[in-house]
């Protein structure tokens, strides 16, 4: 049977993820640090797992309704309301998904007709553009560069706006590069979004861990932006439940009630044991987030001021859990880089390029590790690094 | 718990500018404050974890459980005091329940550690009883894990 002439074009086209491909090189060899991993170290919280596992005990396992158990999606209503000031209708704006991903896909499926375009700031998260193409739209991407934060500024936004713009997607806090979008930047977003008609599928996966003292802020709590954006978010990275497999989606109700449809007809619903332990997240699960985000503070810091140390340029990531340096100074690629320092010092991180052709020159790496273990990773690194600097020295005096 | 004291908890061979980097304080500043704590003996001293199995050291250690009779005006801290200076004895702790002092003793063979109940510890005389217990195999020791390495499961997505 040919199987080629009955795959999806456009789905046999999708490159697979780049983060992927290294995972699969360094898993063949021994003793090697990684510090290419997107979720955090962490356990889920005992109190939380009890939930889920009290669940199980009392024989909670039938399906749930299509858009989550009400108790949880008033949790999250609630939750919603205490962290980012935004109220939501528990019974006509909250879905619960299957993880933000599915929350993304449903999105895009959900507003993108063919021939629309999506614009997806880069370098982000590797799903965005590979939805979008599945949905029948076109992604565009917008550069971000490290000397502005990494963060979407309005005169690219601008630029890349066509009359057939039907999405924004917007990443923050980012993953790779760690960039957030701070509440004048957002403003800044919002005045040129009001004349349009384009809507925002804002992730906020990462929402939960930004550093620095000031908490993160939506974009949908900026006037005039609830009634076009569809916020997502989740517990795998702010709860450290990535293996649950549960995020959800807030928006207004016109939007949410097709979003439900194609969740219902796909997914049914999500998981239930999983939906029990996040009520006791949404709950009282505060002071976990607390807790872990001082102690990636406490590594983000560490690995920065490291990676100054050797010389990479990097700029200081103000959320979620990874640091995008530049590896300029070595004169690599970002693929030889990431190669060469797995063969020689066996340490993997993350080549930018995963993450949109603009990662270039840059490399993903991620804390979500004991300190001891990302201590021996920045010595490792930093020897690898030194021999580039030695040659460049060598090279200037010839 | 202050995060610095956390931090070296759990990592005491960190360098002052690097517990500062980490905490977003300067490399005096943590200094100062270690150095208060170590003279008000909040910090008490810094010790790895050796795991003497894997060395050719012989190491042997046993919780002995004592049952003493308490001193007028002392209560039990002469005794527990007699018998922290013994070298032996790695640590001394005052127990409720079943009986009164919990002491963990260390030598080269368990013949060195009875010999050293019978001729030391069960000859004071406030013990009124000995029982000794010989440590077989160490799983962990002071929060750190000695047998069965945590494997990391995660995957890449």
Redesign the interface.
Known sequence: MSYQIRINKTLENLKPSGIRRFFDIAAEMDDVISLSIGEPDFSTPWHIREEGIKSLQKGKTWYTPNSGLIRLRESIAKYTERHKGLSYDPKTEILVTVGGSEAIDLGLRTLVEPGDEVLIPEPSFVCYSPLTLMAGGIPVPIVTKAEDSFRLTPEALKNAITPKTKVLILPYPNNPTGGVMRREHLVRIAEVLRETDIFVISDEIYGELTYGGQPHVSIASIDGMQERTMLISGFSKAFAMTGWRLGYACGPKELMKQVVKLHQYALMCAPTTAQYAAIEAMENGDGDVEYMRAEYDIRRRYIVDRLCKMGLKCFEPEGAFYVFPSIEITGLSSEDFCHRLLREKSVAVVPGTAFGDSGEGFVRISYCYSLKHITEAMDRIEDFVNNFRKGACAAKQE | MD?LLE?LD??PR?TNQ?LG????RSEKDVADQIAKWEREGVIRGYKAVVDWEKTDRPYVTALIELRVTPKRDFGFDSIAETIMRFNEVESVYLMSGGYDLAVIVSGRTFKDIAMFVAKRLSTLDSVISTATHFVLQRYKESGIILRGEEK?E????
Do not use: E, F, I, Y
């Open positions: 995060k931090l759990s990592n960190l690097q980097v980490m905490l977003g990391d995660r995957g890449v997505l």
